[in-house]
């Protein structure tokens, strides 16, 4: 049941704003996704460990796909009761679901190019694809684990007036299991990024020593470079801010911050960090592109079929083999 203060204190009013983002973000991942399940599937894409991660990363991109269109609805303005629960219960779950299923296949992505690089034959059974379906399935079972159960724990029998935030319809058992879960969590992001800064900053010393090593291979390390610094500012840009915000948030939903004001502010800064979280629905598709031979190569015949196929073939050709020496280049 709310509390008196709950129920004087809206804090999620006036969300059209961000609706109006979602739309966007949720036009763009859409079609973003789509072209790479399409290039995915026809490009045959190779069982190599890093399509196992990046088509495991694009299912995660999907499952938000699935939420997005519930929360555009609740930020809209529908006053549903049984939408809200709908949304605390299974759309919004999923969305957490999605951020901590691709955060640890990024830190994987991250890995298996440090690996690539490397070459390293005592770590070669890191880099099989069956190590990598194993790993992928151990993911899913632990990011379903830690928040199926908010969907599960049924919510609290008889419903407040006015229903503010998911966390006036928990039970006590409900709210401990959240509280566990966004623990969790942080545990999750922090060990998967540090892995990930770890890898990329190892990753650029090997391409830049070999950059001086072989002379030839100047202006691939410099791509690598740009393409690896992009990936990680995208990755800082859409996790960090919101795991920075999430245990302030936390402490308003377990009444330890019960002051209106700064509850209001905590949710904007919440709902604001959330928006940047989802946005990597739209940058995934990029990584796939760069990360993944077949479905580069899919894409680029697509546009490359309106030229000539002869000057095609000689504008691939350098490119193809150049991947083939390097491994790891996005």
């Known amino acids: ?187 999750i992001f922090l060990n998967a990024s540090a892995v990930l800064l770890l890898s990329n900053g190892l990753v650029l010393k090997q391409l830049w020593g070999r950059r001086h090593a072989e002379p030839n291979l100047r202006a691939s390390a410099r791509q690598a470079t740009i393409s690896i610094a992009t990936v990680t500012g995208a990755y800082v840009l859409c996790f960090v801010p919101y795991h920075a915000i999430r245990m302030p948030y936390t402490f308003t939903q377990t009444k330890i911050i019960d002051d209106c004001e700064l509850r209001h502010s905590l949710f904007l800064a919440k709902e604001s960090t959330l928006l940047l979280a989802i946005l990597h629905l739209c940058f995934d598709p990029v990584l796939y592109f760069y990360l993944s031979s077949s479905v580069r190569l899919k894409v680029t015949g697509v546009f490359s079929s309106k030229r000539s196929r002869t000057g095609d073939k000689q504008e691939m050709a350098p490119a193809t083999a150049l991947e083939r020496k390097l491994e790891a280049e996005p």
Request: aromatic content about 10%.
């Open 1 to 187: 049941m709310a509390s008196s203060s709950n129920s004087s204190c809206v804090v999620n009013d006036h969300m059209e704003p961000f609706a109006a983002v979602y739309i966007i973000i949720f036009l763009v991942g859409m079609a973003g996704g789509l072209v790479s399940l399409w290039a995915f599937i026809r490009g045959r894409a190779t069982k190599k460990c890093m399509n196992v991660y990046l088509m495991n990363l694009l299912t995660s991109d999907f499952l938000l796909m699935l939420a997005l269109p519930v929360k555009i609805a609740k930020d809209l303005g529908v006053d549903s009761v049984s939408l809200t629960i709908f949304q605390c219960q299974c759309s919004g779950v999923l969305i957490y679901i999605n951020m901590y299923a691709s955060i640890i296949f990024l830190a994987f992505v991250s890995i298996n190019r440090y690996l690539q690089i490397t070459q390293s034959s005592r770590m070669l059974h890191l880099q099989e694809p069956r190590f990598a379906a194993v790993m992928s399935a151990v993911v899913w079972l632990l990011v379903l684990f830690i928040n199926v159960p908010n969907m599960a724990i049924p919510i609290q029998k008889e419903l407040p007036d006015a229903l503010f935030t998911c966390s006036d319809l928990k039970t006590q058992l409900g709210q401990h299991w959240h509280l566990l879960s966004v623990l969790l969590g942080m545990a």
